[in-house]
């Protein structure tokens, strides 16, 4: 078979993965135990790493919060919450198997999600939380990550590009003359390993609606916050480029399942919110 076919078939193999809406189904490398097992490793590596925070209080609060979403996720998977200090940006080697893919860049947007169950929550998050309801849908939103195994099946994307190059480059086909040839093209299926993240985020967003109405906190509370940053303005290359999608898109995803919902009254609250929340803003 000669390279340029074997190219092309490289390059349906990883198309066809990039085809997939992400889903808890489709193309994925990771059995559960690998996911779990591996997703450990890594969660073990960020503790060594990270400013971690252990306040009982505050651990006791947010495994509270985030017990009572888990019954509305895939309990496939058991979540644990850590909290770390991130008003410093700390400095952390990327690391695989995480969502958002660019957790330790910058501000922390959402807590960090790893695959099979840890979950590292920035203590700004609910140092600035406006109210509960918005600090469960960021709980939510990583756990429903995980639900959906979107770091594994980024993982195995990755994979496939990376498997596609390396039967081009077998044959002595350079990334330049695979793309100048036509023969697959590697900036398009990196870009559409882009594609694939900010879709997930909005997956992750949509189930978050989900779990935090079903616990009983009002979604409405989740647009409000993506409103807020969506205000701040942004765009150019950094978002034609970035793995998180416009927070224009993420208020339309949240607004459009909150449609889809039946009428709740919301009512849901620890009670605890307000105390938390100061405690988290007092530690330094």
């Known amino acids: 078979m000669n390279f340029a076919i074997r190219g092309m078939l490289a390059a349906l193999l990883v198309?066809?993965?990039?085809?997939?809406?992400?889903?808890?189904?489709?193309?994925?490398?990771?059995?559960?135990?690998?996911?779990?097992?591996?997703?450990?490793?890594?969660?073990?590596?960020?503790?060594?790493?990270?400013?971690?925070?252990?306040?009982?209080?505050?651990?006791?609060?947010?495994?509270k919060l985030g017990a009572l979403l888990a019954n509305y996720a895939d309990r496939q998977f058991a979540y644990r919450f850590t909290v770390y200090e991130d008003r410093g940006f700390p400095s952390v080697a990327p690391a695989e198997l995480l969502m958002p893919k660019d957790p330790f860049l910058g501000q922390p947007v959402e807590p960090v999600a790893v695959s099979g169950g840890p979950i590292f929550v920035p203590i700004s998050l609910l140092a600035n939380a406006q109210n509960e309801a918005e600090f469960a849908f960021q709980l939510a939103h990583a756990m429903a990550h995980i639900a959906l195994r979107h770091a594994t099946k980024a993982a195995t994307r990755k994979e496939l590009v990376d498997l596609a190059m390396v039967a081009l480059e077998n044959e002595g086909v350079t990334r330049v003359k695979a793309a100048r040839d036509g023969i697959v093209a590697p900036a398009a299926m990196e870009f559409g390993l882009l594609t694939f993240i900010r879709a997930s985020e909005l997956q992750a967003d949509k189930a978050a609606t989900e779990m935090v109405a079903a616990a009983g906190y009002d979604p409405e509370e989740a647009i409000r916050y993506l409103e807020g940053k969506a205000a701040l303005g942004g765009g150019g290359l950094d978002k034609l480029m970035s793995a998180h999608p416009t927070p224009e898109s993420r208020v339309a995803a949240v607004k459009a399942r909150n449609q889809q919902l039946p009428m709740h009254a919301y009512t849901t609250g620890t009670g605890e919110f307000a105390e938390m929340k100061a405690l988290a803003g007092n530690i330094h």
Request: proline content about 6%; glycine content about 6%; overall charge neutral.
């Open 15 to 63: 198309l066809s993965a990039f085809a997939q809406e992400p889903s808890a189904k489709g193309v994925n490398f990771y059995s559960l135990d690998r996911e779990i097992r591996t997703g450990q490793q890594v969660a073990g590596d960020l503790e060594r790493s990270l400013p971690i925070i252990r306040v009982p209080r505050l651990d006791a609060y947010i495994a």
